[in-house]
């Protein structure tokens, strides 16, 4: 979509004429101050740690020049209609005290929509603007995973035998389900588990070394099945380390 011009605008304009003795050629160079009838702050919103099932909002301030009150008639999206289908979106205006005007947009990702890391949508809006009958934003959604693992990977050298708590490796649920760990293993012979629930929706994960564990470097990987409510998500940890006596 076209973007209104509205600022400082300088064209230069050559005029040629008869004039003899070189002086034929004039520039002149003509500068304005363009105003647009809407002016938003800004055109972009971005809506990052989106967790599905809940609502979003951002507000947008419009410089209104029209000389009379802004009307939202109506939205719709353009461009990635697909992607923006688990994305129900809202648009109100909103008035200040001392009169000015927002854009008051409420994005709500649905409860059951597929998991995704990132989509984005234009939304347009129209208006009551003849100069601006359309303004347009371009929507940035970011969800956040519904179980967050921290860390991704563990680097645990110089353990001794049979040490217990020697790492952490801890589970959020970001969705508000209940959160259970169904297994944990290693790929080796090197680890012990221990699971402390911290609440509904975090679990901690401390990782201990056995007490007959081979010496040396270890180069494994922890896998973890877990469950948020009735779905089930995997999870591969690397850990690199080593274990003495």
């Not at 984005?120 to 009958?133: E, I």
């Not at 221990?194 to 270890?218: M, S």
């Amino acid at each position: 979509f076209a973007l209104p011009i509205y600022g400082s605008v300088t064209k230069t304009i050559q005029v040629y004429s008869n004039t003899n003795g070189g002086g034929n050629i004039i520039r002149l160079k003509l500068k304005a101050t363009v105003v647009t009838d809407l002016k938003p702050a800004r055109t972009s919103l971005y809506f990052r740690n989106v967790v599905p099932g809940k609502s979003y909002t951002e507000q947008i301030f419009i410089e209104n020049n029209m000389h009379k009150p802004l009307e939202i008639k109506g939205h719709h999206i353009v461009g990635n209609v697909n992607g923006a289908r688990d994305f129900p979106v809202k648009v109100e205006l909103v008035k200040s005290k001392n009169g000015k005007e927002y854009v008051s947009v409420t994005l709500t990702a649905l409860k059951n929509m597929p998991i995704m890391e990132r989509t984005n949508f234009t939304l347009s809006m129209d208006t009551n603007s003849k100069k601006m009958p359309k303004m347009n934003f371009f929507i940035i959604i970011r969800m956040m995973p519904p179980i967050q693992v921290q860390p991704i990977s563990l680097f645990m050298f110089g353990n001794h035998l049979n040490a217990k708590r020697t790492r952490r490796i801890q589970l959020k649920c970001n969705t508000g389900k209940p959160l259970k760990i169904e297994s944990v293993h290693d790929s080796g012979k090197t680890f012990t588990f221990e699971t402390i629930r911290e609440d509904k929706g975090t679990i901690d994960l401390w990782i201990g070394i056995k007490a007959h564990a081979p010496l040396g470097i270890f180069n494994e990987i922890i896998k973890i099945v877990a469950k948020e409510g009735d779905t089930e998500h995997k999870f591969s940890i690397p850990a690199r380390g080593s274990v003495i006596r």
